[in-house]
């Protein structure tokens, strides 16, 4: 672009390219079943206004921690965002042993809170957080 005024054209401007968007929004809704063997998480895919979500978070907070507090979350290996498969079906699973274990200590029946939020180019999302429950569609260990 350049300007003209009584004096002229002046020199043109460097080119800039620009991207109208902002990170994503929240999911609006997070499924949680179980079998003896799996915990399944599934998701629905936040508006992206977009853009291509290259990573989901997905993080369960330990037994006995503190919603509110981030260090109480963890990351499941099981579960890793990034995954391609796990990135464009929007679901993984965790083995029910590896809940019971570290950095968790989950039991059986007890219901579980987690986290889950994607990122585009343009950062990261709003965090969607859910109780499972032992009724419906959010299931207890």
């Known amino acids: 672009m350049r300007a003209y005024n009584k004096f002229g054209w002046g020199p043109w401007s460097a080119v800039t390219t620009i991207i109208a968007a902002k990170a994503p929004d929240a999911s609006t809704w997070i499924t949680t079943t179980n079998s003896s063997t799996n915990f399944y998480i599934k ?22 921690g503190t919603s509110t507090n981030a260090a109480h979350y963890f990351a499941s290996p099981d579960c890793n965002g990034a995954d391609v498969t796990i990135n464009t079906t929007q679901s993984c699973y965790i083995p029910m042993a590896n809940l ?15 986290r889950i939020w994607a990122e585009t180019p343009m950062g990261q999302g709003s965090q969607y957080q859910i109780i499972s429950t032992t009724s419906g569609n959010n299931a207890a260990i």
């Open 43 to 64: 998701w629905q895919e936040p508006f992206n206004r977009g853009l291509s979500i290259f990573r989901y978070y997905i993080t369960i907070m330990k037994k006995g």
């Open 100 to 114: 019971r274990g570290s950095p968790w200590f989950w039991g059986l029946n007890d219901k579980l809170t987690m």
